[in-house]
């Protein structure tokens, strides 16, 4: 299990997003403000199976793809990056995305428009 003082969406995101680029999916997150009423939907996305290890795309982002989805991370040292996104992806909040803007210490999961609100 994978505990941190993430205590809001920004921080959501950067830890779900470190956790997806090393995880074999047996594992668990916590962080310091969700409860039932106070759940963030990207906890709940269904991303399907690795394509793959994780890897440096070519803007210098970790990344990590999945059959439905992607996850992305920028590291605390490192340049705010933007990466366009394929055609079709949305964020876990059902907001359609076609670039990512990445400040350093932050992290995005994007899973496509129609997995969206289906669960992890």
């Known amino acids: 299990m994978l505990s941190c003082s993430a205590a ?11 956790s997806l ?10 962080d310091a403000v969700s409860t039932p009423r106070r759940w963030w939907a990207g906890y709940g996305v269904r991303l399907g199976a690795a394509a793959g290890p994780r890897r440096r795309d070519s803007t210098g982002l970790w990344r990590r793809d999945f059959a439905s989805g992607l996850a992305l991370l920028n590291e605390p040292a490192a340049p705010p990056r933007t990466l366009p996104v394929p055609a079709g992806m949305c964020t876990p909040d059902r907001a359609p995305v076609r670039s990512v803007r990445l400040r350093p210490v932050t992290g995005a999961v994007l899973v496509g428009c129609l ?5 992890r």
């Open 21 to 30: 680029l090393v995880s074999n999916g047996a594992d668990a997150l916590s």
């Open 115 to 119: 997995a969206v609100g289906r669960g």
């Open 8 to 18: 809001s969406r920004t921080q959501q995101a950067y830890q779900l997003a470190g």
